[in-house]
């Protein structure tokens, strides 16, 4: 997963949003929405995504760090920040 | 002999249509086991079986409705005798005269119910025509509806084993810490038509929509589908209302497949059909009207200091790997459950005037859906897990609440209901008791509040409990022990 560009990157984060919340529509989304507060992310919705982008980028995600994940460019920047060059 | 009946899926359940048999005659169940996929308001739901046994008889075929108690299937201590057939006469008198004549059972009830097991093809469309929905040009009837049950049992998958997963989801969730990284295609991203796609294959019964707008198809074959990245819209099923089986899945795959792979699969969209929100919201309406008409609530409502709880977790979650981590809302969950264990009279059923106290703690949990409506399965024996163990459990039950795959035992068994309003709530909510159980309790958003500690005027987390509880069984003083009880436990979260 090392090389992935922001492309693939950003197609992941979206497929696993969507995976937690099946009526977000992905050619809707802006980039820089907030996943909490304008998509109606729960905490628990909200953890369950952490917890399957740790398990398909192999990264840890401290709790500190959610707030850098809050939109979907922010989750992109963060996976290819923690990830190895 | 054993009876294998529609379960009752809450005090607001009337009928429920089999979707789709996953054992046929002659297999071997084991209690606990997922046997069938029932519709109702409250969407698609695993149905498990509580004898052991072998299946003898399918007596009721798939896409019929039947009142809640209609017996479904017979099961005895051996295997059948070779040409056992299913749907015999007999067995097709459902014992259901008791079967809730609640305002709601339209004759499309009685008539399927009389007609069970082999409704003919003007009663079978009579029982879902409010549901009927303009589709595709139906085909000529096909003659199962002469003899639907060897049709349905032949497309009836193997047993599942007694603990497989129903769902990819479910599997990555329980699974855990060690689950391995879910497919890119795999769980929830099954590629999805529009509703208008769902065609039916036949005349006989009109096709059923799925309360979220999805393609009919059953548990296994939007399994099957995911795993193997087919778009079910390509799939046309042969299960009752056009319903797509599993074995339609595993029979078209080189066909479906090619489209899907060749273009970015649509998105999954799951937002409630205006049928199905309005069929929960129905649900809803009856059971808290009769909660109303029928229990005299009283209410307590007691402010708990969580900063101690809330320090502890944020130190706790850091030394934790994130599939191990503790959300707020998981901590009152595990002090109400233990501090149950001392009153009895708010943890139970009151039925036929008579409360029933229960020794587990099957903790219900009010989880609201996305596009509307609520729904509050159990943790089952949320007492016996520590806080790992319950947060996966909450975790686990949240994504299939909202994603499907819910299991019957986890909607009729609840004891109690916890409300939690999260961490972007309100500060308290004064509960409704979801009958027929006895107590609700509520746990309001934390909040930070300036609060009065040793003299001192402090600035803390606050958070509002309530309880909303049966005064048929329990008195206010009572409550409030109970209360106070959980505030205890809260304050030393180390111990919880």
Redesign the interface.
């Known amino acids: 997963m090392s090389t992935q560009d922001a492309t693939a990157i950003e197609k ?1 984060v979206i ?1 696993t949003l ?9 050619a809707e989304l802006e980039p820089g929405v907030d996943l ?1 507060q304008d998509l ?1 992310i ?4 909200f ?2 995504f ?3 982008l ?3 980028f ?1 990264i ?4 500190e760090d959610y707030p850098r994940l809050s939109t979907v460019d922010g989750c992109v920047d963060y996976i290819r920040a923690k990830q190895p060059a | 002999m054993a009876e294998f009946r529609m379960p009752s899926l809450g005090a607001d359940m009337d009928a429920g249509v089999l979707v789709e048999w996953l054992v046929k005659p002659g297999d071997k169940v084991s209690r606990g086991d997922i046997v069938a996929v029932v519709e109702t308001q409250k969407g698609a739901i695993d149905v498990e079986i509580f004898d052991d046994g072998f299946v003898q008889e399918i007596v009721v075929p798939v896409g019929v409705e039947v009142p809640v108690d209609t017996i479904l299937a017979i099961l005895g201590d051996t295997p059948p005798a070779a040409g056992a057939s299913t749907v015999p006469a007999k067995a097709a008198t459902p014992a259901s005269s008791e079967a809730k004549a609640v305002g709601s059972s339209q004759p499309a009830q009685r008539d399927t119910h009389e007609a069970a097991p082999a409704p003919s093809t003007a009663e079978s469309s009579q029982t879902s025509t409010a549901e009927a929905s303009a589709g595709p040009a139906p085909e000529p009837p096909p003659h199962e509806v002469e003899a639907p049950a060897p049709e349905a049992t032949a497309a009836a998958p193997a047993p599942p084993p007694a603990a497989a997963p129903t769902s990819p ?1 479910e599997q ?2 329980a699974s855990d810490a060690s ?4 497919e ?1 295609g795999a ?3 099954a590629p999805t038509a529009p509703k208008e796609r769902v065609a039916p294959p036949t005349a006989a019964p009109a096709p059923l929509s799925r309360s979220d707008g999805l393609p009919l198809a059953s548990p296994r074959a939007r399994r099957l589908a995911a795993d193997r990245g087919i778009d079910l819209a390509t799939i046309r099923g042969t299960g009752p209302h056009g319903s797509i089986t599993g074995d339609d899945v595993e029979r078209a795959p080189a066909a479906a497949t090619t489209p899907t792979t060749a273009t970015t699969p649509k ?5 409630m059909s205006e049928k199905g929100a309005a069929a929960m919201r129905e649900a809803i309406a009856a059971a808290m009207a009769r909660s109303k008409r029928e229990i005299p609530h009283y209410y307590l409502s007691h402010t708990v200091d969580l900063t101690a709880a809330l320090d502890w977790l ?1 130190a706790t ?2 030394a934790r ?3 191990e ?1 503790l ?3 998981v901590l009152p969950l595990r002090a109400i459950a233990r501090a149950l264990a001392d009153f009895p009279e708010l943890n139970g059923t009151y039925e036929d005037g008579r409360y029933r106290p229960s020794a587990p703690v099957h903790l219900g949990f009010a989880i ?1 859906l ?2 509307g409506g609520l729904i509050a399965p159990a943790i089952k024996d949320a007492a016996g897990l520590d806080l790992t163990a319950l947060m996966v459990r ?2 686990d039950l ?2 299939r609440a ?2 499907g795959g819910l299991r019957s035992s986890e909607l009729q068994m609840p004891t109690i209901t916890v409300t939690s309003l ?3 709530g309100v500060d308290a909510v004064t509960g409704v008791i979801y009958p027929p159980q006895v107590a609700i309790v509520g746990v309001g958003t934390p909040v930070l509040r300036p609060w009065v500690v040793d003299g001192e005027l402090t600035i803390r987390t606050l958070a509002v409990l309530t309880l909303a509880a049966d005064h048929r069984v329990s008195d206010g003083h009572r409550g409030a022990l109970f209360l106070a009880a959980v505030d205890r436990l809260l304050q030393e979260p180390e111990a919880l």
């Open positions: 992941v497929d969507v995976e937690i919340a099946p009526d977000i529509d992905p909490r109606d729960d905490s628990m919705d953890l369950n952490i917890i399957r740790h398990e398909r192999a840890e995600i401290p709790e | 989801k990555v969730m689950a391995a990284p879910t890119q769980p929830g991203d998105p999954r969209r799951r937002r944020k979650n850091r790997p994130v599939s981590r959300l707020p809302a609201a996305r596009g909450v975790r949240v994504a909202r994603s999260g961490d972007r």
